[in-house]
């Protein structure tokens, strides 16, 4: 095994092997850890000798939570903007290449996978989970919007869920996830040895790697019949984020229905610029591809890492963790649309970005 510090690399078996070790931080996605999983991705993709890839963590709590968002804000108070321009960059591009990875990949999520931690997952042949697993795309709770490919991943799910789950941050489970077709199998933490055991030792049949692997899991898969709690109340969802904007959506919620009224009062707590931010940012990534919205949202962040309530997010809900959050505007009824609008003003189309310099280095 060779040691990278924060992320473990070893090849066993024809598998590339990549193990999330920063367990302290939860594996909060480092540049150094970014770079280190895209450069094994790149090395193995062009090795005949590596049939899939198995990507998990060394923490017993997380796989991962999420971008190194307290070093981006610490560059962003310095304006350093080159900064946050490479890391998400880099970060967008991996992510990128993991959806469009020619081998099967795996990736295995027991505990806490959040923000950057879903960037690696979404795009896995084989994105597989355990009674443990919690998901979400919190940003909205530090003033920022959900990245990593959302706009593209999450326009994928059925009517307004993906509304629902970008700009609540609401935290699901394995339930949810199997339910939305976001993971691919439920294996019980307890069973996962058994699996990696037969990963390890199996003899491979080189050109049908995928079947072999779908045969693995269908066998330790646990079936819940129990509802998720999504689908439990996907009819309310719809409702109420099927307006047109965030004022609609909370002007129009009843009070007097309970379910509606605990997502009025979640909703009322975060940023109202990062709500707009995120609902304008999920129409326009409708009908977009993948790239196009990873472009589209590297570019948005160099606009919205600047603003108050980014800065005062991540400064309360990490920094001082006095969640003592002075958004500004403070209310939703304040935004100005306009202002909103302004923002993506910004975003360009140009024929070279900094995700497309990085992904040359895959095309030779």
Not at 167 to 173: A, C, M, V, Y
Not at 288 to 295: E, N, P, V
Not at 310 to 316: A, C, D, L, N, T
Request: with cysteine.
């Amino acid at each position: 095994m060779k040691n990278m510090k924060e992320v473990m690399i070893e090849e066993i078996n024809h598998i590339g092997i990549i193990k999330l070790n920063r367990i302290k931080a939860l594996n909060a996605l480092s540049l150094s850890m970014i770079n280190d999983i895209k450069k094994a991705l790149l090395a193995w993709e062009n090795d005949p000798e590596i049939y899939m890839i198995y990507m998990s963590s060394l923490s017993e709590t997380a796989f991962c939570a999420g971008g190194d968002v307290k070093k981006l804000y610490q560059h962003t108070i310095t304006d350093d903007l080159d900064y946050v321009s490479t890391y998400l960059s880099n970060q967008y591009a991996m992510d990128y290449i993991i959806h469009t990875y020619s081998k099967p990949i795996i990736t295995y999520v027991n505990g806490y996978i959040f923000g950057g931690g879903v960037g690696l997952a979404m795009g896995a042949k084989f994105f597989i989970t355990s009674e443990h697993t919690k998901y979400g795309m919190p940003e909205t709770q530090i003033g920022f919007f959900p990245d990593v490919g959302a706009s593209y991943f999450l326009n994928k799910l059925p009517n307004q869920i993906g509304r629902y789950i970008g700009l609540l941050g609401q935290t699901l489970d394995y339930k949810d996830l199997i339910y939305l077709g976001i993971a691919d199998y439920h294996i019980l933490a307890s069973n996962w040895h058994s699996i990696v055991d037969i990963l390890y030792k199996k003899k491979w049949i080189k050109d049908d790697i995928s079947n072999q692997l779908d045969h693995i899991f269908r066998t330790y898969n646990e079936i819940d019949e129990h509802k998720s709690d999504i689908e439990k109340h996907e009819t309310h969802i719809d409702h109420i984020f099927s307006h047109d904007t965030i004022r609609e959506i909370l002007d129009h919620i009843t009070l007097s229905d309970g379910y509606a009224k605990d997502i009025s009062q979640k909703m009322l707590k975060l940023s109202p610029t990062a709500l707009n931010i995120t609902l304008e940012l999920l129409k326009k990534g409708e009908g977009k591809d993948l790239l196009l919205c990873l472009k589209m949202e590297h570019d948005l962040s160099l606009s919205v890492v600047q603003t108050h309530d980014f800065k005062e997010g991540v400064r309360s809900l990490l920094v001082d963790k006095d969640k003592a959050f002075n958004w500004n505007p403070s209310s939703y009824k304040k935004i100005k649309i306009k202002d909103i609008k302004e923002i993506f003003k910004t975003l360009k189309e140009v024929k070279s970005h900094p995700i497309d310099k990085i992904l040359e280095a895959r095309n030779g």
